[in-house]
């Protein structure tokens, strides 16, 4: 798949990602804000939205209001096995499933 192949908010994703396998982005390392990275892609600002939503899902940036968006300090593991990344979030999620399931289940023991 080439970056042409991408939406332009994988092609940011990727980017990132890019960076932080190359060193360039570091922990802690402060990502430019939401205008900026719109101006820099050439994208509007809800693909940077879409794009840094991806990013924390993926565990490569954390977010505080206000303040930005800043490279994890785990980053460089959640970009070098995108494979362990993607079965560590399909097991949370079977977790959070499960657990809907079973509050689910006890509520109908108590209606029957």
């Known amino acids: 798949m080439t970056a042409e192949d991408l939406q332009p908010y994988q092609r940011i994703v990727q980017d990132v990602k890019d960076q932080v396998r190359l060193g360039r982005l570091k922990g802690n390392d ?5 205008r ?3 101006d820099h892609y050439g994208v509007a600002p809800g693909t940077v939205q879409r794009a840094l939503t991806e990013l924390r899902a993926d565990g490569v940036i954390y977010s ?4 930005g968006s800043f490279i994890r300090e785990s980053a460089i593991d959640a970009v070098a096995d995108p494979t362990s990344q993607a079965i ?12 809907r399931l079973d509050r689910l289940e ?6 029957s």
């Open 36 to 38: 900026e990275l719109a």
């Open 88 to 99: 560590k979030r399909l097991e949370e999620q079977v977790a959070e499933l499960a657990a």
């Open 30 to 34: 402060k990502l430019p804000s939401t």
């Open 64 to 67: 505080h209001q206000g303040r």
């Open 106 to 111: 006890a509520g109908d023991g108590k209606s």
